[in-house]
């Protein structure tokens, strides 16, 4: 079959809830990824930042296989012998006393805000069910309903009410806007350090460490949700430590497992995280000894090839090349780490035709929002990739 076959069967079959380049994958390596029809790519998404550590690594391969041969599921009812050392790892990595593990992004948020919720009415004694949270405009923090009731995106939104009470979207970028919309029930902020959805949007420095501070003084948590920005993306492990912050609660996910399965994880430290009682809160496959053999060997490997030092070099490398492109269409090129977003004038027909165009040369990336073109390759890039990328991408944007 070609091409053109998966595409035909997936449209017919599928639901079309995904608008995918047309390349079909059928192998993938380190940045490589190869099409049915035998093309290869140089794979600039990374799975929106799941697979840092390269496709198909090799020692989380082994790790998945190892442990695939031993046990894969015993649910929470029972304990493994992978989750004890799952904890004791994240906790070493990250400096927080605990952490809680779940699958997908969405669920940790989730998880994250049933959470500050619990501490909003037994901590804070906030009266019942009327705990808020702000939350910042043009985020994304996944598609649950709570998460979508958080979005302002009217796209996501709007055939799917009735909506979460109790959350305030305000003005990202803007400690005043959330000063303002503090009141004395509020209980928690959500944020993402670096709206990566939104088109790469950066905040000024300052911002988180004044929204910390905002916090601190009105008794409130800020939960930093660092699912595609954490785990070495931004040249930092999270990108709160370019503030110099610690949030209350910190979700991750995405490239937790390295792309090979969906591991994502709430951390907190032990007086937050102990008040959620045995029964409170769980998932079948959440800890389960597959994902956490897999989510450790994973984060070995972001330490021991230090990608997190490699994110931030070569983003700096892979920008700076950027910059130097002359193009009519280019309005900015911004980032941290690899983490990198180009936005285009509105006049330049919008981000796609530009994906598409790289593609053709052998590149995916992929348009965030209408007028961004993000480049997230995985952090085990090196400079002789970057200069082989830099021609092919300097064409595409010169292109009429
Ligand atoms: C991807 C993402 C999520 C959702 O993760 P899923 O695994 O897709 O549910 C949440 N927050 C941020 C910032 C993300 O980038």
């Not at 015993?74 to 906790?91: C, G, H, I, M, V």
């Not at 779940?102 to 009266?127: D, H, Q």
């Not at 390295?258 to 937050?272: H, I, K």
Request: charged share 25%; with cysteine; aromatic share 8%.
């Amino acid at each position: 079959m070609k091409t053109a076959d998966y595409i035909q069967i997936e449209d017919q079959y599928g639901a079309h809830n995904y608008h995918p380049l047309d390349v079909v994958i059928t192998k993938a390596e380190g940045i490589w990824v190869t099409d049915v029809d035998g093309k290869k790519y140089m794979d600039c998404l990374s799975a929106y930042s799941a697979i840092n550590q390269g496709h198909v690594h090799p020692r989380i391969l082994n790790a998945l296989i190892e442990q695939a041969k031993k046990v894969t599921l015993t649910s929470r009812a029972f304990r493994n012998d992978q989750l004890p050392l799952f904890y004791k790892e994240l906790a070493d990595l990250t400096g927080y006393e605990k952490s809680l593990p779940m699958n997908s992004g969405a669920e940790a948020v989730e998880t994250a805000v049933k959470l500050a919720r619990k501490w909003a009415y037994t901590v804070k004694k906030i009266p019942k069910y009327q705990a808020e949270m702000i939350v910042a405009r043009d985020n994304f923090h996944g598609r649950t309903i709570m998460e979508i009731t958080a979005s302002t995106e009217n796209f996501y939104r709007e055939f799917f009410g009735p909506f979460v009470p109790g959350i305030i979207p305000v003005k990202y970028n803007d400690p005043d806007a959330i000063r303002s919309a503090i009141t004395p029930n509020t209980g928690m902020i959500l944020l993402e350090p670096i709206q990566g959805e939104a088109g790469i949007i950066m905040p000024d420095e300052g911002y988180l460490r004044e929204v910390a501070k905002i916090c601190k003084e009105n008794n409130v948590l800020l939960i930093v949700d660092e699912i595609q920005t954490g785990l070495g993306r931004t040249g930092k492990m999270f990108a709160f430590e370019h503030e110099g912050i610690r949030p209350d609660i910190v979700t991750i996910g995405k490239a937790l497992s390295g792309g090979f399965y969906p591991v994502s994880a709430v951390l907190a430290d032990a007086p937050l995280m102990d008040l959620f009682l045995p029964g409170e809160h769980g998932s079948t496959f959440g800890g389960n000894p597959l994902a956490t053999a897999v989510a450790r060997e994973a984060l070995k490997v972001i330490v021991d090839e230090k990608l997190v030092e490699n994110s931030a070099k070569m983003g700096e490398y892979f920008m700076d090349h950027l910059a130097e492109i002359n193009s009519p269409h280019i309005k900015t090129v911004r980032g941290k780490g690899l983490l990198i977003g180009i936005e285009l004038y509105p006049k330049a027909g919008g981000a796609r035709r530009f994906c598409e165009a790289l593609q053709e040369k052998g590149i995916l990336a992929k348009e965030t929002h209408e007028n961004v073109i993000r480049f997230a390759p995985p952090l085990i890039i090196k400079e002789e990739d970057i200069d082989w990328a830099i021609p092919r991408i300097r064409e595409v944007l010169q292109m009429p």
